[in-house]
Every structure is written in C-alpha cells, then in structure tokens.
C-alpha cells in the first residue's frame, strides 16, 4: 500500500507526536492537513513539509468549539474533496490526586481528549463511507489500560477513547473503513507527566517511533487491519 495522494487530517500537529506523525505521512506521499489551536506551530510544521518536498495545509481550530471544528472540515471538502486519514491526535493531561484535581482541568481533558475526538469521527464518517475506505487513528496511551498514581482525570479519558474506539471499529468495518488505536507508554514530549525526569530520556519512546507505528498500520492491505498496537520502549532500564 501507499499513501501517495491520500488526504491525512492529524490533530494536534503543531508538536510532539502529531508533528512526527504529520512529517512521516507527508515523507510518504500523503497530503497532510495540519491543525492545531496555535497557528505558528502549524505554519512552522507546513513549511519544514514543504521544505523537504511535500504537501500540506494548516488550517487552525479549536476542536473544542463546534463551529471552529465545522469549519476545519468544510475547508478540508472544499480544498481536497476527500479524506482518507484521520489521525485524532489532539489531547491535554493534567495529573493531580482526585481529590485536588479541578473540575475545570478535569472538563478540558473531556472536552478535548474524547468529545472533539468524538465530533471528529463523526464528521470524517460521512466522508469515508462515501468513499467506501479510509482509516482512522486515535492516539490513545497506555494509560487507557492501566492506573497510576495522579493519573484518574487523564487515564479516564483514554479509557473511554479505548470502548469508543472498539465500538467505532466494529461499525464501520462493513464500509471498508479501518479504525486503529495507538497506545504509546512515556513518549519523549513536553505533555509527559514523567517531563521533570529525565534519567531514562534515552531509553524512552520518541514521537518518531509513534508515528512509524501509525505509518505500520495505514500501510496494510485493505483486507488487514491492525486496529490496536501498544507501543512501549525495550528496555526502560
């Protein structure tokens, strides 16, 4: 399989993961839509594609405001036509016990980390079935499988994106259309809640080896379909 002139939308894209990923895609052949809620990241990260011969927009949004998001996608139908890869990237953590994590941190992790992911899908579906293929790719996290200490209010979320994304899977197999999550342990980014501690940063995951893991999976032939991998560095220690 190839991703020459396909049409990939990655949340998020401005740094961390979403950029490795949004770099990877469009080194592939894919044509990346670029959106975050900070325009000059996502500007930097369309020139660094168009700098090394590749194609891509950005388009800012805050996912978290459906007009922003309604937005995003009619800019996408009209530039493109199509869309082929979705890669719901964009999320936040904050990691406090539960007795002191705010209401307020506790409704943004919600608000962006599943119901903008929600309304993404949602809105790439129509799309895709038209279609009759395409791929969608959450980026979830170990910590949509197991617990730790500080972690309620974020690994909540991530294990409710694990349930959607099992029941999305299941639905939309029938219209050719593949539904993947991907779960990295500690990744080398600003947003680890392990950032303060960097013994093991050599030993750790780096967003290029998520991104390699979402590329494994988009690339299988339309019969196959990976649809969870969990990623996790060697040897931490």
């Not at 990655?10 to 490795?20: D, L, N, Q, W």
Request: hydrophobic share 40%.
């Amino acid at each position: 399989m190839t991703l020459k002139g396909k049409v990939a939308l990655v949340t998020g894209s401005g740094r961390g993961i979403g950029k490795a990923v949004s770099l990877k895609l469009a080194a592939e052949g894919a044509e990346v839509v670029l959106s975050a809620r900070t325009t000059k990241e996502i500007e930097n990260v369309r020139k660094e594609i168009e700098q090394r011969g590749g194609r891509a927009i950005s388009i800012q949004a805050d996912l978290t405001k459906e007009p922003e998001l309604d937005g995003l996608f009619s800019a996408i139908e009209k530039h493109h036509g199509r869309l082929d890869i979705l890669v719901n990237n964009a999320g936040v953590g904050y990691f406090a016990p539960v007795r002191s994590l705010s209401l307020r941190d506790f409704d943004e992790m919600w608000g962006l980390n599943m119901r903008a992911l929600f309304l993404c899908s949602q809105k790439a579906l129509p799309i895709m079935e038209k279609q009759q293929g395409g791929c969608i790719v959450n980026i979830s996290s170990l910590a949509g499988k197991n617990a730790f200490v500080n972690g309620a209010g974020y690994a909540a979320t991530k294990w409710a994106l694990m349930g959607f994304s099992k029941c999305l899977m299941l639905e939309e197999r029938q219209y050719n259309i593949r539904v993947v999550t991907v779960c990295p342990g500690s990744v080398d980014t600003s947003f680890s809640p392990l950032e303060a501690d960097r013994t093991n940063v050599d030993r750790i995951l780096k967003p290029q080896d998520v991104a390699d893991a979402v590329y494994a999976a988009l690339i299988l032939p339309d019969r196959a379909m990976m649809s969870e991998i969990d990623l996790r560095p060697t040897n931490p220690r």
